[in-house]
C-alpha cells in the first residue's frame, strides 16, 4: 500500500540555520511527489513538485527537495531559515494520479531568533 | 480568479445532525477532492470527482456523501454528524491540463457536540 513516513513530528532551529526535513514514501510505480507548507489556520500552499527528470526540485521561498529512488525519500532543504518559515509541513505522494495525494502525518517546524 | 473557496469557515454541529460544507472553484478544473486533516495524521482523501458526473471513494469515505453536478462545484454532505467527524475539511482542485498541481481551499472547521 501507499504511504508516506515524516519521521520528525516536530523540529527546532535557529534562524540562519540550515533545514533538512526528511520524507520517505512507498509506491510501486514511478511517484508524483510534493512538498506543501501550512502557516497556523492557513490552508495549503505547494512548495514544490516531483514528476520526472532532474531529480533535485527547486521550490518557491528559497526550499528544494532532492528524490532519490534508491532510498524512496524526497527530502526538503533549505540553506538559511527565516522566522518567517515557522510552519507546518507535508510530504505527500499522488497514488494513482495526481488528484488523489496520500500525505504524511507532518513536520511542525519552530524557528528560534 | 478566486481560485477555491470553502463556505462556512466554521461550523458547530450537534450528533445527529447534518449539514453540507460547499465547494467551488471558477479555474474550470476537472478533478476535485475532498480531505480532511486531523492532528497527527497529516489529510486523508475522503472523495473525489474526475469530472460532472463522476464521483469515487477515497481513503475515509464512510459517514460522508458528494455529488458533482457542476465543474464548479463539489458539495461534502454529512448525513448524520459524529464526534468523529470532528476535524478541518479541506477541498482541492486540480488541472487535467499544464501544471498537474492540487490548489486548496481555505478549509472548513468543524466541530461536532
Known amino acids: 500500500a501507499q504511504s508516506v513516513t515524516q519521521p520528525d513530528i516536530h523540529i527546532t532551529v535557529s534562524e540562519g540555520a540550515s533545514l533538512e526535513l526528511r520524507c520517505n514514501y512507498s509506491?510501486?510505480?514511478?511517484?508524483?511527489l510534493f512538498w506543501y507548507v501550512q502557516s497556523p489556520g492557513q490552508g495549503l500552499q505547494l512548495l514544490l513538485k516531483?514528476?520526472?527528470?532532474?531529480?533535485l526540485v527547486q521550490g518557491i521561498k528559497g526550499f528544494e527537495a532532492e528524490f532519490k529512488r534508491s532510498q524512496s525519500s524526497f527530502n526538503l532543504r533549505k540553506p538559511s531559515v527565516h522566522w518567517s518559515d515557522a510552519a507546518e509541513y507535508f510530504c505527500?505522494?499522488?497514488?494513482?494520479?495526481?488528484?488523489?495525494?496520500?500525505f504524511g502525518a507532518g513536520t511542525r517546524l519552530a524557528v528560534h531568533p | 480568479n478566486a481560485g477555491v473557496t470553502q463556505t462556512p469557515k466554521f461550523q458547530v454541529l450537534k450528533t445527529g445532525q447534518s449539514m453540507t460544507l460547499q465547494c467551488a472553484q471558477d479555474?474550470?478544473?476537472?478533478?476535485m477532492s475532498w480531505y480532511r486533516q486531523d492532528p497527527g495524521m497529516g489529510l486523508r482523501l475522503i472523495h473525489y470527482?474526475?469530472?460532472?458526473?463522476?464521483?469515487d471513494q477515497g481513503e475515509v469515505p464512510n459517514g460522508y456523501n458528494v455529488s458533482r453536478s457542476t465543474t464548479e462545484d463539489f458539495p461534502l454532505r454529512l448525513l448524520s454528524a459524529a464526534p468523529s467527524q470532528t476535524s478541518v475539511y479541506f477541498c482541492?482542485?486540480?488541472?487535467?491540463?499544464?501544471?498537474?498541481?492540487?490548489?486548496f481551499g481555505p478549509g472548513t472547521r468543524l466541530l461536532v457536540l
Open positions: 482541492a482542485s486540480t488541472p487535467t491540463t499544464g501544471a498537474k498541481t492540487q490548489y
Open positions: 509506491y510501486g510505480a514511478t511517484p508524483y
Open positions: 516531483y514528476f520526472s527528470g532532474d531529480t
Open positions: 505527500a505522494v499522488g497514488a494513482g494520479g495526481y488528484n488523489k495525494l496520500i
Open positions: 479555474m474550470n478544473h476537472e478533478y
Open positions: 470527482s474526475v469530472g460532472a458526473g463522476i464521483t
